[in-house]
Protein backbone atom coordinates (compact mmCIF):
# COMPACT_ATOMS: atom_id res chain seq x y z
CA UNK A 1 0.00 0.00 0.00
CA UNK A 2 0.83 3.77 -0.91
CA UNK A 3 2.20 5.87 2.44
CA UNK A 4 4.08 8.81 3.09
CA UNK A 5 3.87 10.54 -0.17
CA UNK A 6 0.41 10.11 -0.95
CA UNK A 7 -0.59 10.58 2.85
CA UNK A 8 0.78 13.79 2.44
CA UNK A 9 -0.57 17.30 1.44
CA UNK A 10 1.54 18.79 -0.93
CA UNK A 11 2.33 22.35 -1.45
CA UNK A 12 4.24 22.60 -4.66
CA UNK A 13 6.59 25.45 -4.69
CA UNK A 14 5.65 26.72 -8.81
CA UNK A 15 4.73 24.19 -11.15
CA UNK A 16 5.95 20.57 -11.46
CA UNK A 17 8.66 20.63 -14.39
CA UNK A 18 11.64 18.45 -15.49
CA UNK A 19 15.15 19.77 -16.63
CA UNK A 20 16.90 18.40 -19.08
CA UNK A 21 14.23 16.60 -20.78
CA UNK A 22 15.45 14.77 -23.55
CA UNK A 23 18.73 13.39 -22.96
CA UNK A 24 19.86 9.94 -24.19
CA UNK A 25 22.55 6.72 -22.54
CA UNK A 26 24.97 5.41 -24.10
CA UNK A 27 24.14 1.77 -24.69
CA UNK A 28 27.36 -0.59 -23.42
CA UNK A 29 25.95 -3.11 -24.76
CA UNK A 30 26.06 -4.58 -28.83
CA UNK A 31 22.53 -4.16 -30.26
CA UNK A 32 22.08 -7.20 -32.58
CA UNK A 33 21.15 -6.87 -36.07
CA UNK A 34 17.59 -5.56 -36.63
CA UNK A 35 16.27 -4.65 -33.26
CA UNK A 36 16.98 -1.08 -32.81
CA UNK A 37 13.56 0.78 -32.32
CA UNK A 38 12.79 4.30 -32.71
CA UNK A 39 9.91 6.42 -31.58
CA UNK A 40 7.02 7.20 -34.35
CA UNK A 41 3.63 8.83 -34.40
CA UNK A 42 4.02 10.68 -30.41
CA UNK A 43 0.76 12.53 -29.64
CA UNK A 44 -0.52 13.30 -26.47
CA UNK A 45 -2.70 15.86 -24.47
CA UNK A 46 -3.25 16.23 -20.57
CA UNK A 47 -4.14 12.73 -19.74
CA UNK A 48 -3.28 10.55 -22.63
CA UNK A 49 0.07 9.32 -24.49
CA UNK A 50 0.47 7.66 -27.77
CA UNK A 51 3.17 6.65 -29.59
CA UNK A 52 4.95 3.58 -31.89
CA UNK A 53 8.02 1.76 -31.41
CA UNK A 54 9.21 0.34 -34.66
CA UNK A 55 12.26 -1.95 -36.14
CA UNK A 56 12.48 -3.32 -39.11
CA UNK A 57 10.45 -6.71 -37.81
CA UNK A 58 8.15 -4.92 -35.35
CA UNK A 59 5.80 -1.68 -34.72
CA UNK A 60 4.32 -1.44 -30.69
CA UNK A 61 1.59 0.77 -30.58
CA UNK A 62 1.19 2.06 -27.35
CA UNK A 63 -1.75 4.09 -25.77
CA UNK A 64 -1.36 5.36 -22.40
CA UNK A 65 -4.35 6.68 -19.88
CA UNK A 66 -4.00 8.83 -16.73
CA UNK A 67 -6.57 10.19 -14.39
CA UNK A 68 -5.96 11.06 -10.56
CA UNK A 69 -5.96 7.44 -9.16
CA UNK A 70 -5.46 4.94 -12.45
CA UNK A 71 -2.71 4.77 -15.12
CA UNK A 72 -3.08 2.08 -18.01
CA UNK A 73 -1.32 1.01 -20.78
CA UNK A 74 -2.43 -0.86 -24.16
CA UNK A 75 -0.13 -2.08 -26.61
CA UNK A 76 -0.62 -3.75 -29.42
CA UNK A 77 2.34 -5.67 -31.50
CA UNK A 78 2.09 -6.17 -35.09
CA UNK A 79 -1.52 -5.09 -34.78
CA UNK A 80 -2.19 -8.59 -33.25
CA UNK A 81 -0.63 -9.23 -29.96
CA UNK A 82 -2.23 -7.06 -27.48
CA UNK A 83 -1.25 -6.28 -23.67
CA UNK A 84 -2.75 -4.21 -20.84
CA UNK A 85 -1.38 -2.46 -17.48
CA UNK A 86 -3.54 -1.51 -15.36
CA UNK A 87 -3.12 -0.07 -11.62
CA UNK A 88 -5.75 1.45 -9.74
CA UNK A 89 -4.27 3.44 -6.43
CA UNK A 90 -7.08 2.69 -4.46
CA UNK A 91 -7.32 -0.89 -4.09
CA UNK A 92 -2.81 -1.11 -4.79
CA UNK A 93 -3.03 -3.60 -7.08
CA UNK A 94 -1.00 -3.80 -10.42
CA UNK A 95 -3.03 -5.92 -12.93
CA UNK A 96 -1.13 -7.50 -16.37
CA UNK A 97 -3.23 -8.90 -18.99
CA UNK A 98 -5.80 -9.49 -15.72
CA UNK A 99 -4.18 -11.29 -13.82
CA UNK A 100 -2.05 -9.56 -10.36
CA UNK A 101 1.50 -8.43 -11.61
CA UNK A 102 3.99 -9.00 -9.02
CA UNK A 103 4.94 -5.72 -8.01
CA UNK A 104 6.36 -3.83 -4.70
CA UNK A 105 6.19 -0.08 -3.99
CA UNK A 106 8.70 0.94 -1.47
CA UNK A 107 8.22 4.90 -0.76
CA UNK A 108 10.56 7.01 0.61
CA UNK A 109 10.73 7.98 4.32
CA UNK A 110 10.62 11.78 5.69
CA UNK A 111 12.87 11.39 8.08
CA UNK A 112 14.77 14.73 7.78
CA UNK A 113 16.60 15.00 11.20
CA UNK A 114 19.00 12.22 10.55
CA UNK A 115 22.38 12.86 9.65
CA UNK A 116 23.19 14.79 6.54
CA UNK A 117 23.66 13.12 3.28
CA UNK A 118 24.67 15.20 0.57
CA UNK A 119 23.89 14.65 -2.92
CA UNK A 120 26.29 12.22 -4.78
CA UNK A 121 26.32 13.89 -8.10
CA UNK A 122 28.63 16.90 -5.94
CA UNK A 123 32.11 16.28 -4.69
CA UNK A 124 32.80 16.61 -1.18
CA UNK A 125 35.91 18.48 -1.95
CA UNK A 126 33.99 21.39 -3.21
CA UNK A 127 29.85 21.25 -1.76
CA UNK A 128 27.72 24.23 -2.71
CA UNK A 129 25.81 25.46 -0.01
CA UNK A 130 22.90 25.03 -1.69
CA UNK A 131 23.47 22.06 -2.60
CA UNK A 132 20.44 18.68 -2.38
CA UNK A 133 20.78 16.46 0.66
CA UNK A 134 19.32 12.96 0.38
CA UNK A 135 17.03 11.89 2.66
CA UNK A 136 15.51 8.17 1.02
CA UNK A 137 15.48 5.90 -1.36
CA UNK A 138 12.13 4.81 -3.21
CA UNK A 139 11.67 2.07 -5.63
CA UNK A 140 9.19 0.02 -7.44
CA UNK A 141 9.70 -3.21 -8.07
CA UNK A 142 8.26 -5.98 -10.56
CA UNK A 143 8.95 -9.54 -11.22
CA UNK A 144 7.06 -11.00 -14.33
CA UNK A 145 6.24 -13.87 -16.60
CA UNK A 146 6.91 -12.31 -20.18
CA UNK A 147 7.09 -14.54 -23.52
CA UNK A 148 7.45 -11.08 -26.07
CA UNK A 149 8.81 -7.87 -26.24
CA UNK A 150 4.73 -6.30 -26.63
CA UNK A 151 4.61 -7.36 -23.28
CA UNK A 152 7.93 -6.32 -22.26
CA UNK A 153 7.00 -2.70 -23.27
CA UNK A 154 3.57 -2.91 -21.23
CA UNK A 155 5.26 -4.02 -18.15
CA UNK A 156 8.34 -1.54 -18.32
CA UNK A 157 5.70 1.96 -19.15
CA UNK A 158 3.43 0.50 -16.68
CA UNK A 159 5.97 0.50 -13.98
CA UNK A 160 7.29 3.89 -15.05
CA UNK A 161 4.08 5.56 -15.14
CA UNK A 162 2.94 4.16 -12.39
CA UNK A 163 5.76 5.85 -10.73
CA UNK A 164 3.66 9.74 -11.79
CA UNK A 165 0.91 8.75 -9.05
CA UNK A 166 3.38 8.56 -6.15
CA UNK A 167 4.36 12.00 -7.27
CA UNK A 168 7.88 10.90 -9.72
CA UNK A 169 6.41 12.36 -13.22
CA UNK A 170 8.75 12.59 -15.84
CA UNK A 171 8.11 14.05 -19.13
CA UNK A 172 6.05 12.41 -21.70
CA UNK A 173 8.77 12.48 -24.29
CA UNK A 174 11.33 10.90 -21.94
CA UNK A 175 8.92 8.00 -21.09
CA UNK A 176 8.70 6.74 -24.81
CA UNK A 177 12.65 7.07 -25.07
CA UNK A 178 13.53 5.54 -22.20
CA UNK A 179 11.19 2.24 -22.74
CA UNK A 180 12.38 2.64 -26.43
CA UNK A 181 16.28 2.67 -25.06
CA UNK A 182 15.35 -0.06 -22.75
CA UNK A 183 13.66 -2.34 -25.73
CA UNK A 184 16.62 -1.55 -27.73
CA UNK A 185 19.54 -2.21 -25.21
CA UNK A 186 18.02 -5.84 -24.49
CA UNK A 187 18.33 -7.02 -28.39
CA UNK A 188 15.53 -9.28 -28.35
CA UNK A 189 13.11 -10.65 -31.06
CA UNK A 190 9.55 -10.40 -31.25
CA UNK A 191 9.07 -13.41 -30.18
CA UNK A 192 10.94 -15.41 -27.30
CA UNK A 193 10.32 -18.41 -24.70
CA UNK A 194 8.68 -17.72 -21.49
CA UNK A 195 10.57 -16.20 -19.19
CA UNK A 196 10.80 -14.06 -16.09
CA UNK A 197 11.46 -10.45 -16.55
CA UNK A 198 12.87 -8.55 -13.13
CA UNK A 199 13.63 -5.74 -11.84
CA UNK A 200 12.82 -2.17 -9.83
CA UNK A 201 12.41 1.39 -10.83
CA UNK A 202 14.35 3.41 -8.18
CA UNK A 203 14.81 6.93 -7.42
CA UNK A 204 15.53 9.21 -4.73
CA UNK A 205 14.05 11.47 -1.96
CA UNK A 206 15.98 14.95 -1.64
CA UNK A 207 15.50 17.81 0.36
CA UNK A 208 17.55 21.95 0.71
CA UNK A 209 20.19 21.63 2.99
CA UNK A 210 17.89 24.63 4.81
CA UNK A 211 14.28 25.76 5.49
CA UNK A 212 12.29 28.39 3.50
CA UNK A 213 9.85 30.46 4.23
CA UNK A 214 6.50 29.22 2.37
CA UNK A 215 5.02 32.49 2.34
CA UNK A 216 2.18 32.24 5.03
CA UNK A 217 3.82 34.73 7.63
CA UNK A 218 2.12 33.53 10.97
CA UNK A 219 2.21 29.56 10.17
CA UNK A 220 2.92 27.02 12.63
CA UNK A 221 5.59 25.64 9.64
CA UNK A 222 5.88 28.79 8.11
CA UNK A 223 9.23 27.23 7.32
CA UNK A 224 9.81 24.26 6.19
CA UNK A 225 12.32 22.06 3.62
CA UNK A 226 11.69 21.75 0.01
CA UNK A 227 11.63 18.65 -0.83
CA UNK A 228 12.27 16.95 -5.18
CA UNK A 229 12.55 13.32 -6.58
CA UNK A 230 15.89 12.45 -8.69
CA UNK A 231 18.13 9.85 -9.55
CA UNK A 232 15.65 7.93 -11.63
CA UNK A 233 16.66 4.44 -12.97
CA UNK A 234 15.15 1.34 -14.36
CA UNK A 235 17.21 -1.63 -13.54
CA UNK A 236 16.06 -5.05 -15.23
CA UNK A 237 17.14 -8.30 -16.36
CA UNK A 238 16.01 -11.47 -18.70
CA UNK A 239 17.27 -13.60 -20.62
CA UNK A 240 20.45 -12.70 -18.59
CA UNK A 241 20.40 -9.37 -20.72
CA UNK A 242 20.39 -6.12 -18.46
CA UNK A 243 18.48 -3.36 -18.90
CA UNK A 244 20.47 -0.34 -16.93
CA UNK A 245 18.96 3.07 -18.20
CA UNK A 246 19.31 6.26 -15.62
CA UNK A 247 17.07 9.23 -16.17
CA UNK A 248 18.79 12.54 -16.21
CA UNK A 249 15.62 14.27 -15.23
CA UNK A 250 15.52 16.53 -11.86
CA UNK A 251 12.08 17.23 -10.18
CA UNK A 252 11.46 20.64 -9.14
CA UNK A 253 11.14 21.55 -5.31
CA UNK A 254 7.54 21.43 -3.57
CA UNK A 255 6.96 21.95 -0.11
CA UNK A 256 5.65 18.53 2.50
CA UNK A 257 2.89 19.97 4.14
CA UNK A 258 0.68 22.79 3.59
CA UNK A 259 1.27 26.00 6.38
CA UNK A 260 -1.46 26.03 9.34
Not at 99 to 125: A, Q
Not at 136 to 165: C, H, N, R, Y
Not at 225 to 233: H, N
Request: aromatic share 10%; proline share 4%; hydrophobic share 35%.
Amino acid sequence: MMTSVLCSTLLVAGPVSFINPTNSYAAESVVENNTEFSVENSRSTANTHNFSLVNVDTSIDVDIKYTDNTVTVNTITNGTEVHTFTYNELDGFALLDGKIMNLEINEPDFVIDSEETLSPIFSTFSTPSDAPVFVSPGSISFSEQVDGVGKIVTAIAGVIVLAKLIGVSLPKKVIETKVSDALTLIGLGTAITLNTMSGSFTYGLYRTKDKFNTGYPGSINQYQYKFRYQDMAVNSSILGKSMNIKFDEVGSWWFQSKPQ
